[in-house]
């Protein structure tokens, strides 16, 4: 038995975010990050729609990017002392996952984060609050997914939490908020998104109800993001749709091991001064990923197949794989996102020697390919690598090399 869950509602198209003022309840709390939603207008704007709805309403501000267990443990308790019958989340991965978090630990005080990462071991949520997302990037789709992303920064660690019991009561799909993210946002979460796609149509629990939407969602993808990143307008508009349907597809088919080395190696760095984005380590690493997979006979097929919606050349599976990995090689061209570890700088962008040292790569890469293959992502990977070929994957992520393995 396979299990599709989504959102109970998802409002979308321009103006959506009026859908709050439909809400019931006495007592909301808003969750933000560190000040785009306010600038833009977008914070006032929900905080007046709660209001006209009859709710009291609170905020709750200053999310960090990549959260921490500590913030997640401070909105809690923030949350314990309103207790708000409603949570909305507005922003993108970052203060949606974190708020996610939070809402379970206010429902359950006792909850420890460890309690929390037990893969699908979550109690029943919504004997206290409704959760609504409402995404402002175009990437992680997690006002639809059942994952929250974690960082324990004492570990240096991402961690998933997973569980339907997450997945958003309500999900707001307004492509008015996407409208000011800069070009290098645009560029992260958009690959995200496609790595989103790629890996749910290829994943062991994939199903006809994911792939449609992983399908579909390429075919934008392929389509818009280019245009988008060049701030075309209507086509960040049909980015944030194309996102939407990748998460459905992965919140149900579930990912694979581009996610589960770019959760342990996005914040493995930090004590050399920057974060490997979460995007941007998706980017570098699903040619790699692909090459690796495609070793798989029914992986092989399965990415043929997507070649094929993409209308990208190839007179065998072999071929339109070699196509599929040339396509996304290219996209990161037009992103200014580099191709590998090495050459990526501390602000993300190519440059000739990375803000990774390689002899600190090597000396950690034990341990990276240890907790990768860990990660719950893994598991739903069309290949089981061992410790030793996630080792040398990572490499060719470092290097750049070829996946001949
Ligand atoms: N839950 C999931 O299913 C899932 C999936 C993939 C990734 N993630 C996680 O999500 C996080 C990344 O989220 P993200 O990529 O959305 O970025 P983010 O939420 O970390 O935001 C990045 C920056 O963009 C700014 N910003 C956001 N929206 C904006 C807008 N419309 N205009 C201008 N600025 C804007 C924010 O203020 C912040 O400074 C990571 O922690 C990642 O691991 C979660
Ligand atoms: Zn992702």
Not at 94 to 104: G, L, T, Y
Not at 145 to 167: M, N, Q
Not at 198 to 206: D, G, K, L, Q, R
């Amino acid at each position: 038995m396979q299990r599709f869950t989504n959102p109970r509602d998802i409002y979308h198209g321009k103006g959506a975010l009026e859908a709050l003022k439909t809400f019931e309840g006495k007592r909301a709390v808003i969750c933000v990050g560190g000040g785009s939603m306010k600038r833009f207008g977008f914070l006032d704007k929900a905080k007046s729609y709660l209001e006209e709805a009859g709710m009291e309403v609170k905020v709750f501000e200053g999310i960090e990017s990549d959260p921490s267990v500590e913030t997640v443990m401070k909105g809690a308790a923030f949350m314990q002392e309103f207790e708000p019958d409603w949570i909305v989340a507005i922003g993108g991965g970052s203060p949606i996952d974190a708020a996610k978090a939070m809402w379970i630990k206010y429902e359950y005080p006792e909850t420890t984060f460890e309690d929390m990462c037990k893969i699908f071991g979550l109690p029943k949520l919504r004997t206290k609050a409704h959760f609504c997302a409402v995404s402002s990037t175009s990437g992680t789709a997690t006002e639809v997914t059942a994952f929250s992303i974690i960082t324990d920064y004492e570990k240096g660690i991402k961690f998933p939490i997973a569980d339907f019991e997450i997945t958003p009561d309500v999900a707001i799909v307004d492509p008015e908020l996407a409208e000011t993210m800069p070009k290098k946002l645009v560029a992260h979460t958009g690959m995200d998104a496609l790595t989103h796609a790629i890996e749910a149509y290829v994943s062991t629990a994939n199903s006809e109800f994911t792939d449609a939407d992983a399908i579909h969602a390429i075919e934008m993808i392929q389509k818009d993001l280019v245009p988008s990143y060049n701030e075309d307008m209507e086509a960040r508009d049909s980015m944030h749709t194309a996102q939407c349907l990748a998460g459905i597809a992965f919140s149900s088919g579930l990912l694979g091991i581009v996610h589960s080395m770019a959760h342990k190696t996005g914040a493995v760095f930090a004590d050399y001064g920057a974060h490997i984005i979460h995007g941007a380590a998706n980017a570098m690493y699903l040619p790699k990923v692909i090459a690796f997979n495609a070793k798989d006979e029914t992986a092989k097929k399965r990415y043929g197949v997507i070649a094929d919606y993409m209308n990208l050349e190839g007179a065998n599976d072999d071929e339109k794989v070699a196509s599929l990995i040339k396509f996304v090689r290219g996209l990161n061209d037009q992103l200014n996102i580099p191709h590998c570890i090495k050459n990526y700088g501390a602000d993300s962008y190519p440059t000739e020697q990375g803000f990774v040292p390689e002899e600190v790569f090597l000396e950690r890469l034990s341990d990276i390919a240890a907790n990768a293959l860990l990660d719950a992502c893994t598991g739903s990977n069309p290949r089981q690598p061992s410790q030793e070929e996630m080792e040398k994957l990572l490499k060719c992520c470092y290097y750049d090399t070829e996946v001949d393995f």
